[in-house]
């Protein structure tokens, strides 16, 4: 006979959680584990509503595991440290992003990328060190081990800084890796959605020329009066994509629907590099030419490690960069998530975890 959720740990814990593939979140009792030697626990405050978490609810990957409670752009504030925990105590400001734990012994963990450590233990619904699936932050207390937690600068707000723990940092840290982040570089961002306004963001702060490349006209005074982006390219529009090639240092590419690559790839200088950070269901076609006639890469990222995720909330810190969010109550998660698939959204939903969960037990 299987314990129950509830009694599996000794920490009492409330969350929402998807049941199937369905993707409705409800009311769900669990419990966490006992705050270990070198584990942080916090009580959440706030929780953003990442697209991943749409694409997990509802199995769209394939790998979900029920009852599954999502979030991994968590924020809130120390309850209780382990004994042996040197970074943090009772009160700080503190987050957890996309993943809670990895092997910390391959070459990919020695080298601060725990992120692509093949054993990576991500934040939810992925099997945890004990055996014990990982819940997310839709949930009103948090636990891992100090490692994974980051901390939030005391200037930053905790709802807008939420997002940054994921649509952040996978946008950081490509720039960073690719040279993407010099001043008077010319940089493209595609898309301007949860990921797209936070690269144009961090381009400003890095003194770059940055440039949205978007299907919708609509957004183009959004981009250029409200995020400070230089300009804006409708993708759709051969003659303004023939006047802007060959002009980019590189292109941050945050779409996740199908899109044609070559237009992307003559916007760029030579040498130039396309950095792919969406996730496209289908394999997206890459035409050759283009690419050898320019010695011009294609090139991938996912999130980052821990030691650059604190550089990022940091740098964020310096430079006052949030995300554009729109706080909702939890028990408004499910019309959020239909709202997220229509991409009705400016630009991130984050869930007010700490004022309006214990009214849904």
């Known amino acids: 006979m299987s314990t129950s959720p509830e009694e599996q740990f000794p920490q009492k814990a409330f969350g929402w959680a998807a049941n199937d593939a369905s993707g409705h979140l409800s009311p769900f009792k669990f419990s966490r584990r006992a705050t270990g030697e070198e584990d942080v626990t916090f009580k959440v405050l706030y929780c953003g509503i990442c697209h991943s978490d749409l694409h997990s609810i509802k199995n769209e990957w394939g790998n979900a595991v029920y009852p599954m409670i999502p979030g991994h752009e968590i924020v809130g504030l120390v309850t209780e440290v382990g004994n042996k925990v040197t970074k943090y105590k009772v009160g700080d400001k503190v987050g957890v992003g996309c993943m809670v734990g990895a092997c910390h012994s391959c070459d990919n963990c020695k080298s601060d990328l725990e992120n692509y450590c093949p054993r990576v233990i991500f934040t939810y619904g992925f099997k945890d060190v004990d055996g014990s699936v990982t819940k997310g ?6 636990v891992a081990n100090e490692r994974y937690v980051v901390r939030i600068p005391e200037n930053l ?21 690719y040279g993407l982040c010099e001043p008077g570089m010319h940089i493209g961002v595609v898309g301007l959605g949860g990921l797209g306004h936070v690269a144009v963001k961090f381009g400003k702060a890095f003194g770059m020329k940055v440039t949205v490349i978007s299907t919708s006209p609509a957004k183009e005074k959004e981009a250029i009066e409200h995020l400070g982006a230089d300009s804006f390219l409708v993708s759709r529009n051969p003659e303004q994509m023939k006047a802007a090639m060959g002009s980019m240092d590189g292109i941050i590419d945050t779409v996740s629907a199908n899109h044609p690559l070559l237009p992307l790839l003559g916007l760029l200088k030579t040498q130039g590099k396309l950095c792919m950070v969406g996730l496209p269901e289908k394999p997206l076609e890459l035409p050759a030419f283009p690419l050898l006639g320019g010695r011009k890469t294609v090139a991938g990222s996912m999130i980052g490690g821990m030691k650059e995720t604190q550089e990022m909330i940091d740098f964020a810190g310096k430079h006052n960069i949030t995300a554009d969010i729109e706080v909702v109550p939890m028990d408004y998660v499910n019309t959020a998530m239909e709202r997220l698939a229509k991409a009705d959204v400016r630009y991130r939903f984050v869930l007010d975890i700490a004022n309006t969960l214990p009214k849904t037990a």
């Open 137 to 142: 932050g839709y949930s009103d207390v948090m």
């Open 157 to 177: 707000p905790l709802d807008a800084a939420a997002p940054l723990l994921c649509a952040g940092i996978t946008v950081y840290s490509p720039m960073k890796y």
